[in-house]
């Protein structure tokens, strides 16, 4: 095989070489022979003579001996490459509009598969990936994918199952190298986390469970990226300082440069000893290491050598309630009293990925819109190539008479297509990083590097499967159909024109490529509703015109004790301020993530039916919260300044959302009533409900405290009539800066923080509506070229037409005609595969039906506009031709 | 003259990689080695020989080099490579047994008769 294939490059590489060889091995058996037949008694002419004749054709053998080499296999591709190489220079228009239509094609598959792999497909870069499981903690009806770390201590000191069980956590904190500052993703490990997963330093050292029992808190390990980034992959790395919120870290080492954590879509820059970490985490005292209800640590493991997973799974489920019921029982309280509460291990070996969690189902739904506008892009070319073929039926026609083989026409044809293809392939490589920037910079989600395009081998190979599948997708069948046209008959026929046989397939080609783009229409019409419905549901709260603020006291170093009382004079300073026309304080609607439990709450005399969800989710309010954020007061009153409570004790009242009022309360008023939690409370007012996390979510029973004016909760603040937010954003900030210099407060508008729970379906709405366009653009393409070619390949025809007195308004009608005929095939194909395949996206959908009627009959209209248009500019030149030059010409 | 017999097909391969197989050879001499190893009883067609040894080369069964003839010209020698040393033996042996088996249909018959 080898041997074959050196002998088939030096026939490619060194032909000359080779023929020139080929002369001299020949005519040194001529000579030889001739002078042995000298010898033998002939003269030398007559030996020579004698030699040759012996010897038979030397050409013929000659061309045997490269034929035995493969030769005429490569001149032949070698002809159709030249050929093909000619072809793609000579029309540089058809060139250009086929390379482009598949670089987009390719580049948007290659893109949204560069995200799809890395985060949902790829397995980590790790040890024997297929042996580490997650350990989730399940609180029916939620999962949890992370723990407490006393939980995960208790688990990892009392179940034997795994031989190794580590755990991270972390969130985004600023880092600061130098004078260089920036935001970084930032992992607590456990000592065991390196040498569990099996990596090796690309520098220094990692952590090391020495580190964990030493209790190192000083040392820092960084990616290769921030190496290479904020070192300039200075060598002497090691030692030098990285600075996190106010705490600096001495670097011991750096990981490797394929090793990106272990959670898909948030890479570390710095990996921290988990006591390390407690220097930067928010919670201080106690620590985050100490707080047995704050779920931060995600845990995974490897089995111990011999335990089967069913086995693991069992014991886990067995044992872990019974070490649970030894743990504080705080940590329960965020659990209904009705859920049960256990672990179970799943497939850890493509690590964790909240990103994962929440995006993979919409990038799906991106893969199948691509590989939908790669069908478009490949009937397109198809199109072209076969409108051109059309063009070139009499040239193979008469080949195809001289008598070119058919497979050699064939041959000649993909070399073409495969060649094109080629070139589609590598410009979509550049494209997908160049689309992906683009699409980046429209959808503005800067801080989500993990759509970022990233090529590795399975992107390479993607590329290369692609490429292959255009070549055979536009060149197979325009191919066998120009070869497979009987040539006495092509040629009898003055003019050229499709028969009706051929004009046939092409037709299916196009409808296709319209059914298929009336699908991402479809799709992305759907999406845009979808957001569109979003963006006009009420939360329950005034979105609009409220601003808000999180000071980081903490990181200032300001003592909690006297944090509560900046907040109120900044608070009492925004209430002086003319600009603003109310400011206060509490957890604001849509700033805080889901952190998907409640607490238990009860009232007596209400009977718990079995199952039923007795949990409520937890506010916090200041006096004018509610008229702030506009959420109406239906009964009682509002906290007043008495209400407030001191740090540490235990607040007596509570206001209660209209939801939980007509759960525990039906038909009776709630306020004066007792609620448990943990102690009675009183309830002495009840707001409309609003919507908390999400605005998808429906409305939950929402408890709220009075504030206690400690800590880190969001400022809120509402402009006075006819001023702009951006204003009150301005003063805000004075205000902190006049009551506590250095504190870095976060301040947007609220809108801001609704927008950004909604990233996930702005993504989808407008990578869908920018595929929606691609599609139909490039099936406009497939149809104009199709129409044009059709109208010029009837000039004749229309030249008698308006002869005999057609007016051009009829000949354009008669072309739209055409054109709108391929149109409703491609919607009638693509109307029943929309709504199959919008079946598929329901669950991204909100509050519009998958098979919406309005929808369909728009996008529909849509694409006969769409016909309409492609065909405009071929039906207006068919108007204007002058009969007497169409009749004069052939 | 001797009765000479026909080259059955397939068997130019062999006889080509038999007569490298002692020594290199160029395409003339291999001509002459066949026709002596023998015994004038086989010749093969000049026209033939050459196509068969780039097919042979192409396949690896056989290398080549260029080096001086015993009258002092520039010559294109074969020799057997490793590969070509296996399919030899291998060939010889589906031969043998062909001619085994051939041999023993044909007495059979001729008793029979």
């Given at each position: 095989m080898l041997a074959r294939l050196r002998s088939l490059a030096r026939m490619v590489f060194r032909r000359s070489a080779y023929e020139e060889e080929l002369r001299e091995e020949l005519e040194f058996h001529l000579n030889e022979r001739a002078s042995h037949l000298a010898d033998a008694g002939l003269d030398r002419r007559e030996a020579h003579r004698r030699a040759r004749v012996e010897f038979g054709g030397v050409e013929r053998a000659k061309e045997r001996c490269r034929d035995a080499r493969g030769a005429r296999w490569i001149d032949e591709l070698s002809r159709n490459v030249v050929c093909a190489l000619r072809s793609v220079r000579k029309n540089p228009g058809f060139t250009a509009v086929a390379v482009i239509s598949l670089a987009l094609g390719i580049g948007a598959n290659l893109a949204v598969f560069s995200v799809l792999h890395r985060l949902v497909l790829a397995k980590l870069?790790?040890?024997?990936?297929?042996?580490i499981y997650q350990v989730n903690l399940i609180a029916t009806p939620t999962k949890l994918y992370a723990m407490s770390y006393p939980r995960f201590e208790l688990l990892r000191d009392n179940v034997k199952i795994f031989s190794s069980l580590f755990g991270w956590g972390g969130y985004t904190y600023e880092l600061t190298v130098g004078d260089r500052r920036q935001p970084a993703q930032v992992a607590a490990v456990t000592g065991n986390y390196f040498d569990t997963l099996g990596v090796r330093p690309a520098l220094g050292r990692l952590l090391s469970p020495q580190d964990e029992q030493a209790r190192a808190t000083q040392i820092a390990v960084i990616s290769y990226g921030l190496w290479q980034t904020a070192?300039?992959?200075?060598?002497?790395?090691?030692g030098r300082n990285v600075t996190l919120a106010d705490a600096t870290f001495a670097v011991v080492g750096v990981t490797p440069p394929e090793f990106n954590g272990t959670e898909p879509g948030a890479v570390p820059a710095v990996y921290l000893p988990l006591h390390g970490y407690e220097r930067v985490a928010p919670a201080r005292a106690p620590t985050i290491l100490q707080r047995p209800g704050m779920s931060w640590f995600h845990v995974m493991g490897r089995l111990a050598g011999d335990v089967p997973l069913a086995t693991a799974q069992a014991m886990l489920r067995e044992q872990w309630p019974r070490i649970e019921k030894s743990f504080p029982a705080q940590a329960n309280l965020q659990f209904g009293r009705n859920t049960r509460y256990f672990m179970v291990l799943e497939d850890g070996s493509r690590g964790y990925s909240a990103v994962r969690q929440e995006f993979s189902q919409a990038i799906l739904v991106l893969m199948g819109l691509v590989a939908a506008v790669f069908l478009i892009a490949c009937a397109n070319l198809a199109t072209l190539l076969f409108v051109r073929g059309a063009g070139r039926l009499r040239e193979m026609s008469i080949r195809f008479a001289l008598g070119a083989s058919r497979a050699h026409l064939v041959r000649q044809w993909m070399t073409e297509c495969v060649l094109l293809s080629m070139l589609g392939g590598v410009a979509g490589l550049i494209a997908a990083r160049w689309l992906t920037d683009l699409l980046l910079y429209f959808v503005a989600e800067a801080d989500r590097p993990w759509l970022r395009f990233q090529a590795g081998p399975m992107v390479a190979l993607l590329s290369i499967a692609l490429t292959v599948a255009a070549a055979l997708l536009c060149g197979l069948l325009p191919a066998l159909r120009a070869t497979t046209a009987r040539p006495e008959e092509t040629l009898r026929s003055q003019s050229g024109a499709l028969t009706a046989r051929r004009g046939f397939v092409a037709q299916g080609v196009l409808a296709g490529q319209l059914a298929t783009s009336l699908v991402l229409v479809v799709g992305a019409a759907l999406f845009s509703r979808t957001m569109w419905n979003l963006n006009s549901v009420s939360g329950g709260f005034d979105r609009k015109a409220v601003v808000y603020g999180i000071p980081d006291f903490d990181a200032a170093h300001i003592p909690r004790d006297r944090q509560g009382d900046l907040v109120k004079e900044a608070l009492e300073r925004l209430d002086r301020s003319p600009l603003i026309a109310a400011a206060s304080m509490g957890s604001t609607p849509m700033v805080f993530g889901d952190s998907g439990s409640g607490w238990v709450i009860g009232v007596a005399g209400y009977e718990l039916a079995a199952g039923e969800d007795n949990t409520a989710w937890v506010n916090i309010a200041s006096p004018g919260y509610f008229n702030v954020l506009g959420i109406p007061l239906i009964a009682g009153r509002d906290f007043e300044e008495r209400d407030r409570t001191a740090a540490g004790t235990r607040t007596k009242v509570i206001i209660i959302n209209e939801k939980l009022a007509r759960h525990y309360f039906a038909g009776r008023n709630p306020v004066g009533e007792k609620l448990t939690y943990g102690t009675p409370m009183e309830i002495i007012g009840v707001v409309t409900d609003t919507k908390n996390t999400s605005l998808r979510a429906g409305h939950r029973d929402l408890v709220y405290f009075p504030s206690s004016l400690v800590g880190s909760n969001p400022v809120v603040a509402r402009p006075a009539a006819g001023v702009a937010p951006r204003v009150v954003e301005a003063e805000m900030r004075a205000a902190f800066a006049a009551v506590a210099k250095d504190v870095p407060v976060k301040i947007a508008p609220l809108e801001e923080a609704v927008q950004r729970s909604l990233s996930r379906d702005r993504l989808v709405a407008q990578l869908s509506a920018a595929f929606g366009l691609l599609g139909i653009l490039l099936a406009s393409i497939g149809l104009y070229a199709a129409i044009a070619h059709s109208v010029s390949s009837r000039t004749r025809e229309i030249g008698i037409r308006l002869a005999i007195g057609a007016k051009a308004r009829d000949v354009i009608r008669m072309v739209l005609r055409e054109s709108l005929r391929v149109t409703a095939i491609g919607v009638m194909i693509g109307l029943p595969l929309a709504m199959a395949g919008s079946r598929l996206i329901s669950a991204l959908l909100?509050?519009?039906?998958?098979?919406d009627p309005p929808t369909l009959v728009i996008s529909a209209l849509f694409l006969a506009l769409t016909g309409i248009a492609a065909a405009w500019w071929p039906a207006r030149r068919a108007s204007r031709l002058d009969p007497s030059t169409t009749l004069r010409c052939e | 003259m001797r009765k000479q017999a026909e080259l059955l097909p397939g068997t130019l391969d062999l006889l080509i990689l038999k007569a490298v197989s002692l020594d290199r050879q160029h395409g003339y001499g291999v001509l002459l080695r066949i026709e002596q190893i023998t015994g004038g009883a086989l010749t093969v067609e000049q026209n033939a020989l050459y196509p068969a040894l780039h097919r042979l080369e192409h396949q690896g069964l056989l290398t080549s080099e260029w080096g001086v003839s015993d009258n002092n010209r520039r010559a294109k020698y074969y020799r057997l490579t490793a590969a070509g040393r296996r399919r030899l033996g291998e060939a010889v042996d589906s031969w043998n047994r062909l001619v085994a088996a051939m041999s023993a249909a044909i007495k059979t018959r001729t008793k029979e008769a």
């Open positions: 870069p790790v040890r024997d990936p297929d042996h070192f300039g992959g200075d060598p002497a790395v090691v909100f509050e519009v039906s998958p098979s | -």
